[in-house]
């Protein structure tokens, strides 16, 4: 099996995403000519491209390059920025390999080998950018009057290739597509405060919650008096709330349409996550280790570009449209 296909670089070239005037063969050899992309580029040209600004690569590159190998292509060693923005570009772009190695100027086995070390690299920055944060229910309590929330719980797809003959059926989900289904939890200002990628496509919203440490934590009053909200995928408990079914009562209707204006915090944080790195609504063509930490990862970058207040980003490639009540252009425990 190809995990890395490359069937369509060649309308990349086509369309003028990429261009080959800095490949050359020699004798069957490519060398390739690195563009230094950081001074190359304005800074909105650069945050375009690469979905981070340039103070935000830097910082995280100090962060990364002490788990990041410098990549020797025979004598032209890959340094840990191309590596960094060979990743960032491949988010960015969702696309084959090969296009984002000529991009930077590697090799697609190189490109193959940073893409999974690099974002591993960043995904181990977890618990440093993603976690439960203090004093959520002020924020909440803004939208529609609901109080006490600790965060908005849902999950989403992140579409796949099928990962093995054997055990592939269990990632169709139940709209026919391979995908990861994701779990996460974020508070008013769309920061993620955890995310769950290990899951198969089949598996249900509720049993991933279930199975999750975030439970345990929910169950041993880590949290204090605070609650979850999620929909009616999930059971009500003393700790996470659901809409009311069929309700009759004002009070109830009320309660249902706060609790549907305080939720929807979650939709809007997988849509900002996906439109910035649309590799997670395009088909994801790798390994299911390195998908598992690309999912992590971008997960960190998003809540990085939050937190420095970096603009959001159109996506280069056409997004595909919801399908149902599982949304692909939308957003390890």
Request: proline share 4%.
């Amino acid at each position: 099996m190809d995990l890395f296909s490359d069937e369509s670089d060649n309308e990349m070239y086509e369309i003028g995403v990429f261009d080959s005037e800095g490949i050359v063969d020699t004798e069957n050899r490519r060398l390739y000519n690195r563009i230094n992309y950081r001074s190359e580029f304005s800074d909105s040209e650069f945050t375009y491209r690469f979905r981070l600004n340039k103070t935000s690569v830097d910082e995280l590159l100090l962060k990364i390059t002490p788990s990041l190998k410098v990549i020797s292509s025979r004598n032209n060693e890959i340094s840990p920025l191309h590596q960094l923005l060979l990743t960032l570009r491949f988010y960015a772009l969702g696309t084959m390999l090969l296009s984002v190695a000529d991009f930077i100027g590697v090799s697609k086995a190189s490109a193959s080998r940073i893409v999974h070390h690099v974002s591993r690299a960043i995904a181990g920055l977890y618990p440093q950018y993603v976690k439960t944060l203090s004093n959520t229910q002020n924020a909440f309590h803004e939208i529609a009057g609901f109080p006490r929330i600790l965060g908005a719980i849902d999950c989403t797809h992140v579409p796949i290739q099928s990962p093995d003959s054997n055990i592939g059926e269990e990632y169709r989900n139940r709209k026919g597509i391979f995908s990861m289904n994701v779990q996460g939890v974020c508070n008013a200002d769309l920061l993620f405060m955890n995310v769950v990628a290990r899951w198969p496509g089949s598996a249900h919203d509720a049993t991933i919650f279930n199975n999750s440490r975030l439970k345990m934590q929910c169950e041993e009053g880590l949290f204090g008096n605070r609650w979850l909200i999620g929909d009616s995928a999930y059971p009500c408990t003393s700790y996470l709330l659901t809409p009311l079914l069929n309700p009759t009562s004002v009070a109830e209707n009320h309660y249902n349409e706060a609790h549907i204006k305080t939720r929807n915090t979650i939709e809007r944080c997988f849509g900002v996550w996906k439109r910035r790195f649309p590799i997670l609504s395009l088909k994801i063509r790798v390994a299911m280790q390195t998908t598992q930490a690309i999912i992590i990862a971008t997960s960190v970058l998003h809540n990085i570009c939050r937190l420095n207040n970096i603009r959001d980003v159109d996506p280069e490639v056409a997004m595909p449209q919801e399908s149902g009540d599982i949304t692909y252009a939308e957003g390890i425990g």
